[in-house]
């Protein structure tokens, strides 16, 4: 009774951590997608004063702090297009390639051009990342933190070197993560299904849960409906409509992206430094 009792506390402990593990190496995206957020805070003041290499005007600052929600219109469309076709997971890691790519073109960036493309290429990210905020609030926090540090003791460049490792962690780390099972059974994959339950779970028993799984998904499928029903019926147009009618007014129609673009030339002196951390609170 002991030993059954030891071998159940190693198997909870072993599963445990691997669910940590998974967690951990899944929000790398949204904290590199918050990262992209913050950036302005730190970096617009050296970009419009003249003192990095690049110089931007008063017109284009509000643009480079608006490019990645433009990118993430985009990005959220094709997310949830795709992502019952292709799998949670090898969005998650697709992720990681706009995100290092944007960063390190802010990097090497000689001009504004390659600045606003290297935003918008991040937003596009920004769909699929935020499909977990619920559970990872927590992420979105480290990043702005995060993001205003760096930019605070590094130089534009250096701070988006050193910003796109997160991707590159977030990669070589993901991909021994196994696919969600829920995907797998969508996908009539019951084999790799039971695989990845017994490795998420950390025991060999498994079938009940993937019975009541499959069910779900069996249900799922045959109530299943097409992305053009959000448009052609009634109730699911209200529905769409209520959703952006709340997500606007309660982010970028109250002025969100004005506070990140203004606060830098209306800061005091003897508040510069404390109030470029508070801008990236602002935005919780």
């Known amino acids: 009774m002991q030993i059954s009792s030891t071998l159940n506390m190693k198997v909870t402990k072993r599963s445990r951590i691997y669910q940590y593990l998974a967690a951990f190496t899944g929000i790398l995206g949204v904290v590199s997608s918050e990262m992209h957020y913050g950036w302005p805070s730190p970096s617009l003041p050296a970009l419009i004063n003249g003192t990095y290499k690049i110089q931007v005007t008063k017109t284009e600052g509000p643009w480079l702090v608006v490019m990645p929600l433009i990118g993430a ?54 769909g699929l990342s935020f499909t977990a ?45 196994p696919e969600s099972p829920y995907f797998l059974l969508m996908r009539g994959r019951y084999d790799d299904a039971r695989k990845s339950l017994q490795i998420f779970r950390g025991t060999p028993d498994v079938e009940s849960e993937l019975v009541r799984v ?3 998904v069996e249900d799922q499928n045959k109530d299943s409906g097409k992305f053009l029903d959000l448009f052609t019926t009634a109730n699911n147009r209200k529905a769409v409509l209520i959703a952006l009618g709340l997500y606007c007014p309660a982010t ?11 606060v830098p030339e209306t800061k005091g002196k003897t508040l510069e ?3 470029k951390y508070l801008k990236g609170e602002i935005k919780l």
């Open 73 to 126: 219109i985009l990005g959220a469309i094709v997310t949830g297009l795709a992502i019952d076709t292709l799998g949670r997971k090898r969005l998650i890691l697709f992720s990681s390639l706009p995100l290092f790519v944007s960063w390190i073109m802010i990097g090497v960036a000689e001009n504004s051009v390659l600045l606003h493309v290297a935003r918008f290429m991040a937003g596009l990210t920004d």
């Open 214 to 216: 499959d069910k779900v």
């Open 252 to 262: 970028q129609c109250v002025g969100l992206a004005f506070v990140f673009f203004c």
């Open 133 to 177: 905020v619920p559970m990872y609030l927590v992420s979105i926090v480290i990043g702005l933190l995060l993001i205003n540090i760096l930019g605070s003791y590094l130089n534009i460049s250096t701070t988006a070197f050193v910003s796109s490792i997160v991707p590159v962690i977030l990669l070589l780390t993901f991909v021994w993560i």
């Open 273 to 275: 430094d404390i109030q």
